[in-house]
């Protein structure tokens, strides 16, 4: 008797199931329509000892963006302009792709010389001067890749 009850203990064990799990992203972020213009997205790209860019860019609700270029880059000073929906939609369902929201809120190394970027998607702003996951590395690749469409 004490084997036929191990025996279907263990069995029970070894039962599996053809379960998918699907992975929703826990960050929700959307851009919502409102007279109040508020910014939704920024990314700033600090300074080195070399020629790194120190650049900062804001994204508004109203779909309105200022690029303001410091040094080491192509333009300098304050440029605005006007992205489409689907270009901040875009931004934002990477920003849900990777759940954005539960990055740590700083990534860094005891490593000197590296330029520091932050990058802020509604209420949670990421300090990235080192070790980012690649991720976020992306995300902030995009957000310059569609903000430089207009700026250069």
Do not use: W
């Not at 025996?7 to 826990?26: A, G, K, M, Q, Y």
């Not at 790194?52 to 304050?78: L, Q």
């Not at 949670?124 to 690749?141: H, Q």
């Amino acid at each position: 008797m004490r084997v036929f009850i191990l025996s279907l203990f263990l069995s029970s064990c070894i039962v599996t199931t053809n379960t998918v799990v699907v992975e929703e992203p826990l960050c929700n972020y959307e851009k919502l329509n409102s007279t109040e213009v508020s910014e939704i997205i920024s990314l700033s790209r600090g300074a080195c000892f070399g020629k790194c860019p120190i650049y900062f860019i804001s994204i508004f609700s109203d779909n309105s963006a200022v690029y303001h270029g410091k040094r080491f880059v192509e333009k300098n000073g304050t440029i605005k302009f006007e992205l489409t929906d689907e270009e901040i939609n875009q931004i934002l369902d990477k920003a849900n792709k990777i759940n954005f929201c539960t990055l740590k809120d700083e990534y860094s190394e005891p490593i000197t010389d590296l330029p520091t970027t932050y990058i802020q998607v509604f209420d949670k702003k990421i300090r990235d001067y080192c070790g980012a996951p690649s991720e976020l590395k992306e995300l902030e690749f995009l957000i310059d890749e569609i903000c430089f469409r207009y700026i250069n």
